[in-house]
T-cell receptor
Framework: GAVVSQHPSRVICKSGTSVKIECRSL??????MFWYRQFPKQSLMLMAT?????????EQGVEKDKFLINHASLTLSTLTVTSAHPEDSSFYIC???????????FGPGTRLTVT | AQKVTQAQTEISVVEKEDVTLDCVYE???????LFWYKQPPSGELVFLIR??????QNEISGRYSWNFQKSTSSFNFTITASQVVDSAVYFC????????????FGKGTKLTVNP
């Protein structure tokens, strides 16, 4: 149990377009979902925390209008990178925490390349 | 807020050697959790262990063992008889209250196990 999926796994888009990444908890309800970003050979940096039915809490330095997060249900959160630029190219990873639990379960990640 | 230091950026060993990955953390919380994750080249994070700050017993799981020293704020990870498949980046991460709260990742240690 406790599987988290992400879609797509890889995406290439042109500069100026928007890209939506989905994060789903397949076999449990996730009250909280987290979005991380990882540049090559670097650590994971938390971008935002989203709770079902409420606005996401963004980390300092993360642009809310650029990285739109929606957590519409207990099993789905989406990250939309709006007006993407080459510097947004990165590995985006989501994770989900159970309603009552002590672990985060990570998705397999989405590699975004903006050309 | 938590802070974590993984001083070893890269480690290279020969198969069957034992290797210890260091993790030193800072926290003002009296109750916290500590995690270790493995990230193989595929990119997906693999959960290894969660440790509650109240539990200072060392833990062994197969070839893996963890040494938690609260007095020195360290949570080191040892792989015994390393194998090529252990090659990955390993992250240590403290958390405020467990998996439902955000994780603060260290910079990671890249382990290469050579045949």
């Amino acid at each position: 149990g406790a599987v988290v999926s992400q879609h797509p796994s890889r995406v290439i888009c042109k500069s100026g377009t928007s890209v939506k990444i989905e994060c789903r908890s397949l076999d449990f309800q996730a009250t909280t979902m987290f979005w991380y970003r990882q540049f090559p050979k670097q650590s994971l940096m938390l971008m935002a925390t989203s709770n079902e039915g409420s606005k996401a809490t963004y980390e300092q330095g993360v642009e809310k209008d650029k990285f739109l997060i929606n957590h519409a249900s207990l099993t789905l959160s989406t990250l939309t990178v709006t007006s993407a630029h080459p510097e947004d190219s990165s590995f985006y990873i989501c994770s989900a925490g159970r309603t009552s639990g002590y672990e985060q379960y990570f998705g397999p990640g989405t590699r975004l390349t903006v050309t | 807020a938590q802070k974590v230091t993984q001083a070893q950026t890269e480690i290279s060993v020969v198969e069957k050697e034992d290797v210890t990955l260091d993790c030193v953390y800072e926290t003002r919380d009296t109750t916290y959790y500590l995690f270790w994750y493995k990230q193989p080249p595929s990119g997906e994070l693999v959960f290894l262990i969660r440790r509650n700050s109240f539990d200072e017993q060392n833990e062994i799981s197969g070839r893996y063992s963890w040494n938690f020293q609260k007095s020195t704020s360290s949570f080191n990870f040892t792989i015994t008889a390393s194998q090529v498949v252990d090659s990955a980046v390993y992250f240590c991460a403290p958390s405020d209250r467990g998996g439902s709260e955000k994780l603060v990742f260290g910079k990671g240690t890249k382990l290469t196990v050579n045949p």
